[in-house]
Every structure is written in structure tokens, then in C-alpha cells.
């Protein structure tokens, strides 16, 4: 039985839908099974109740322990479980000790380390669904604005995410590893507003605004810091001289090239039109 938490998110639905349509035994979690939509013969469960028992392996979001992983991951450990796989975060690689994003992952890995469990950590960048949080404005026909419009990255789709995860709970080669995990180009972020357009078929904006600016607007969003604020417009700033590297990692572990964000761009056209 292999457990997947975050279920019904990016990363996990997707997941589910792969390890489902190869036959084997999974329990989704979610805080809400009634509302999951999860394909047949999926086991959906309640996140709040942790039910891990008869499981051998488990797929951990942080997001869904952002509170603290501990009690899940010694409840998982006690149950039997043998196997665990991390959505980590190519973040874990920033040695900024301010950077909150990158010591939470590196702490999450080191408990999963040391609770004496297999373990895969898989650390992407940059998701394409990142582009979401766009699609209220987009929608609206508004810009999306934002500072360093020169700044690159090579963002990943969840698919390709999920792909990997996948094998890492399913093979044995990956046990003990970290691969990072990226799209297959480096591209900036009026790219891909642009990408968005060409999806649904008209045009789309984009605005530059001064990281002052910008700063503001973050941080009227529930969830951020200062300090967080302050670390990802760095971390944008650098990547205008230095775009984020491709990693060859899913290729190699999948046997396909990565999806380009054309490709999500028009998986999810529906959420922008
Ligand atoms: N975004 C990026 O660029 C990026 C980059 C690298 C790594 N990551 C990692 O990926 C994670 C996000 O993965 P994702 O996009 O697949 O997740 P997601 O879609 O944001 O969330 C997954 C699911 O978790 C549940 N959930 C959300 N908040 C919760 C909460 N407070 N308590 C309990 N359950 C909650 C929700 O399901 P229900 O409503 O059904 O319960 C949601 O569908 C990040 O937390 C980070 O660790 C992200």
C-alpha cells in the first residue's frame, strides 16, 4: 500500500492517477474525501487522521505538514512503513540560512534521514503551476506584473514531477539520492505569460514593476514573510545573470524529455480563460 499525501494537489493528483493506472494500492489523503475526485479503485482518506497503517510506503508533501513533520513521519516509521519519498525543493541547495524555504526542506530530509526509512528526495524547481496565481488577473485581462523580467528559470511540470516520484516508489534505483528535477529550457516570465496567450488564444500582458513595488504586493498574500519576500526577489534578481541550470535528471530516471510549458500552458488553458 503506498500512501500519498497532498492528493489532490498538483504534484499528488497526478501521482495518484500514474501508480493508480499501473495497478498498484493507494490511499490518497485528503482533508476532504467527499469533494477529492479521485480515479476508481483509489482508497481516499483523511489527511487529519494520518491513517497509515498496512502501508509500506508513503509520498510526503510538505505542504501538507507545513506544521511539523514529525508526528508523521514516526507514526509512518512505527506502522511499518519502509519507504519514504519527499517532495523536496531544489531550494535545499541555498546555503542562505535566511532562506526559510530552503533550511524547511533541508530539515525535512534530515528527520527523514535520520528516522532509519529508504528514502528518495525528489528536488524540483520552479513549478509551471506556479503560473496559477496569475490566472485571477489573466482571467480579468490584466497584466501580470512583476519585477526582473529578464530573470530565467527552467520551471517543471507537475507531470514530470509526479513521473519521477513515481519511480522512486515504485524502483529501487533511486533509494538514498536527490535528484534535482527541471523543465527543458530556460525561459523568463514574460515567456510565459506570453506562452498562456497563445494557449487561449488572445493576447496577454505583462508589466514590469520596481522590487519595491513588488514587495508590496507580496506581501498583502496571507502566507508570506518579510524575510521570505525578501529572498525570492533576490533569488529572482541573480537568475536574471544566472538562469537556473536543466537538470538531465527526467530524462534519465523517466526515459522521456521533460514537458515544455507550452505543453502545461495548454493542459491548463481552461484555468485562464
Ligand atoms: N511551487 C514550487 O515552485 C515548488 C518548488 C519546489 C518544491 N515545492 C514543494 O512542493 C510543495 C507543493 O506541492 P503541490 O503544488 O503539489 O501542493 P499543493 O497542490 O499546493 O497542495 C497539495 C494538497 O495539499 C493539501 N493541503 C494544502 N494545504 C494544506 C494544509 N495546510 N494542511 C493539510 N493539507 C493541505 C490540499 O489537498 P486537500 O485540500 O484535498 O486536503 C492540496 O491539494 C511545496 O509545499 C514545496 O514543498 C514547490
Redesign the pocket.
Known amino acids: 500500500m503506498i500512501v500519498i499525501t497532498?492528493?489532490?494537489?498538483?504534484?499528488?493528483r497526478p501521482l495518484v492517477e500514474l501508480l493508480a493506472s499501473a495497478g498498484q494500492k493507494v490511499r490518497a489523503l485528503?482533508?476532504?474525501p467527499a469533494s477529492?475526485r479521485l480515479p476508481s479503485g483509489v482508497e481516499a482518506a483523511r489527511?487529519q487522521d494520518l491513517p497509515l497503517d498496512g502501508a509500506t510506503s508513503l509520498f510526503l508533501?510538505?505542504?501538507?505538514v507545513?506544521g511539523g513533520a514529525e508526528e508523521m513521519i514516526s507514526k509512518a516509521t512505527d506502522g511499518g512503513v519502509r519507504r519514504i519519498v519527499l517532495?523536496?525543493?531544489?531550494?535545499a541547495l541555498d546555503d542562505d540560512p535566511g532562506n526559510m524555504l530552503a533550511t524547511r526542506?533541508r530539515d525535512l530530509e534530515k528527520a527523514i534521514e535520520d528516522a532509519g526509512v529508504e528514502w528518495v528526495f525528489t528536488r524540483?524547481?520552479?513549478?509551471d503551476?506556479?503560473a496559477l496565481g496569475w490566472a485571477e488577473k489573466l482571467r480579468a485581462g490584466e497584466p501580470v506584473r512583476e519585477p526582473f523580467p529578464g530573470s530565467r528559470s527552467a520551471p517543471i511540470h507537475?507531470k514530470d514531477i509526479a513521473a519521477v516520484a513515481a519511480r522512486a516508489l515504485l524502483d529501487d534505483d533511486l533509494v538514498g539520492t536527490r535528484p534535482l528535477l527541471t523543465g527543458p529550457e530556460t525561459i523568463t516570465h514574460p515567456d510565459q505569460v506570453r506562452m498562456i496567450g497563445e494557449a487561449i488564444g488572445r493576447p496577454t500582458r505583462f508589466e514590469e514593476i520596481t522590487p519595491e513595488e513588488a514587495r508590496e504586493e507580496m506581501l498583502r498574500l496571507p502566507y508570506m514573510r518579510p524575510g521570505l519576500v525578501d529572498v525570492l526577489l533576490r533569488l529572482r534578481a541573480e537568475a536574471v545573470d544566472a538562469p537556473e541550470e536543466i537538470s538531465p535528471e527526467v530524462e534519465r530516471i523517466t526515459g522521456r524529455p521533460p514537458r515544455a510549458f507550452a505543453e502545461w500552458a495548454a493542459d491548463h488553458a481552461d484555468d485562464f480563460r
Open positions: 497532498g492528493a489532490t494537489g498538483n504534484v499528488g485528503t482533508r476532504d477529492a489527511t508533501n510538505p505542504a501538507v507545513w517532495l523536496s525543493s531544489a531550494a526542506h524540483p524547481g520552479e513549478f503551476a506556479n507537475e
